[in-house]
């Protein structure tokens, strides 16, 4: 079935550093999420990427979706103590029904030195 | 705050207990979503509503049990479960409108932490 491989799965950064995740899909995806969940939280929407080659920018957080669709990154610039958080990627397939339900990768776990 | 809201917060519940989550929306979203989460893990999905009929059931065990009784409110009823359901429950909605960009943006309810003892 489909995949939504995401790294890595830890990373810690000094504040002020940049941070990145990668994911990747078996199969082509429709569209991508991500979404940002807190320690002791709950995952909370970030971003929608719909395009093949998109990018997106909120302040420091910058999503990019791969030309064949199949692959995504979130890159934060300048991390500050504030992102500390796990940040999954969900990706939806290409198909309706369960076939095209969002698909989350493992997520990567951020924590942040001051 | 979020705008699903889920209670209780915390349940701790016996093997032979029977108790019921509940998850309510006034968003107007038409798709509801039960998932599971375990401890560093991502949310895993249970069940998926959409205009009050159950669409997905993830080869879920019996021993949970949803209801929709109606487009705002969603709930998940336990019994018997296992010490290895203990998880945090997410309920989630989105307004699940074909062809809206937005369709299945999901928006999460801060969960029920349930213990089984």
């Known amino acids: 079935g489909q995949q939504v491989m995401q790294i890595p799965q830890y990373q810690h950064v000094q504040e002020g550093e940049d941070f990145t995740t990668y994911c990747n899909s078996s199969?082509?995806?429709?569209?991508i999420q991500w979404y940002k969940q807190r320690p002791g939280g709950h995952p909370v929407f970030l971003i929608q990427?719909?395009?093949?080659?998109e990018v997106k920018k909120q302040k420091r957080l910058t999503f990019q979706f791969g030309e064949a669709k199949k692959n995504s990154s979130l890159h934060i610039t300048a991390t500050q103590t504030t992102d500390v958080g796990t940040y999954f990627c969900?990706?939806?397939?290409?198909?309706?029904?369960?076939?095209?339900?969002?698909?989350f990768g493992k997520g990567t776990k951020l924590s942040v030195k001051p | 705050d979020t705008e699903v809201t889920q209670t209780p917060k915390h349940l701790v519940m016996g093997m032979t207990n029977k108790k019921s989550l509940k998850c309510e929306q006034h968003?107007?979203?038409?798709?509801m979503y039960w998932y599971k989460q375990k401890a560093k893990k991502p949310p895993e999905l249970m069940f998926v509503?959409?205009?009050?009929?159950?669409?997905i059931n993830e080869s879920v065990p019996s021993r949970f049990s949803p209801e929709c009784p109606n487009s705002s409110l969603l709930n998940l009823h336990l019994h018997a479960l296992q010490p290895e359901d203990s998880a945090l429950y997410l309920c989630?909605?989105?307004?699940?409108?074909?062809?809206?960009?937005?369709?299945?943006?999901?928006?999460f309810g801060a969960g029920s932490r349930l213990t089984v003892l």
């Open positions: 509503y959409s205009y009050e009929k159950l669409s």
């Open positions: 199969t082509t995806l429709s569209n």
């Open positions: 989630a909605s989105s307004n699940g409108l074909q062809g809206n960009p937005g369709a299945n943006v999901l928006t």
């Open positions: 990427l719909v395009k093949s080659g």
């Open positions: 968003m107007g979203h038409r798709a």
């Open positions: 969900a990706g939806r397939g290409p198909y309706g029904g369960s076939q095209g339900n969002l698909i």
